[in-house]
């Protein structure tokens, strides 16, 4: 029994420091825009979510061939959410409202993905 509660303590420690290490990322960015825009954006464009999953992932004992599956997929569906990023700064260059921007900018991102999806498996893109 106390290697069963061992084994359960190890695991919500390791989600811990998942949870603690995303944050701090995300945290890091956020505070970054205070005082730099230009750092901030490009700290916020690396593929810093996709490598924190890539590391997870092989920790947790993934094969490098899924994780090369993985970032596969996540290229091609870098495509249609690039419309978010051209959409969002230029409605709100427009005068629409912070959370109007946001809802167009989210709800066109969405269609985009449900146009994509079909064409990238009619391509032979496994996704």
Known sequence: MSSRKARFTSIMLYYAVKAIVSALVIVAIS???KRSMGFAA???S???TSLLAFIWLRLEGTQPQ???DLSGQI???IIPSLLFFLLLPLLLKNGVSFWASLGLSVAATAASYVVMLPLLRRMGVAL
């Open 66 to 68: 899924k994780i090369a």
């Open 46 to 48: 690396l593929p810093l």
């Open 42 to 44: 490009l700290v916020a």
């Open 75 to 77: 290229f091609w569906l």
């Open 31 to 33: 505070e970054s825009a």
